[in-house]
């Protein structure tokens, strides 16, 4: 059964940094690729995708509210996807889920979240002014 367990978040203060991590256990970045994203959600607002990439591809996708400012990467050897953040702002503060798809589906396009059928619990990041 794969899952997917988000770990990283915290309170920081605005202009601070974190490193979220989303550990894939049943998948194998080497022999399959995935499409996987970030996903927030800030109370009483809707869920929003952050970051997105396919993990065969070095290609890279990130929402306006976040380019510059968030990375996307993978670890092979550890099934591991993480959210690098920097120069957060108190509207950054959301529950963040790491989210994903079965192996080979198309990853060019932003999803809303029921385009991904495989989540984790979340971690939760809050920024301080």
């Known amino acids: 059964q794969a899952q997917l367990l988000e770990s990283g978040g915290g309170s920081v203060q605005a202009g601070g940094s974190l490193r979220l991590s989303c550990a894939a256990s049943?998948?194998?970045?080497?022999?399959?690729?995935?499409?996987m994203g970030w996903f927030r959600q800030a109370p009483g607002k809707e869920r929003e995708e952050v970051a997105r990439?396919?993990?065969?591809?070095?290609?890279?996708y990130y929402a306006d509210s976040v380019k510059g400012r968030f990375t996307i990467s993978q670890d092979n050897a550890k099934n591991t996807l993480y959210l690098q953040m920097n120069s957060l702002k108190p509207e950054d503060t959301a529950m963040y889920y790491c989210?994903?798809?079965?192996?080979?589906?198309?990853?060019?396009?932003?999803?809303?979240?029921?385009?991904?059928?495989?989540w984790g619990q979340g971690t939760q990041v809050t920024v301080s002014s």
């Open positions: 990439k396919y993990t065969g591809s070095l290609s890279t």
């Open positions: 989210a994903a798809d079965d192996p080979y589906t198309d990853c060019t396009s932003s999803r809303p979240p029921a385009g991904f059928p495989y």
């Open positions: 049943g998948y194998t970045f080497t022999y399959d690729s995935y499409c």
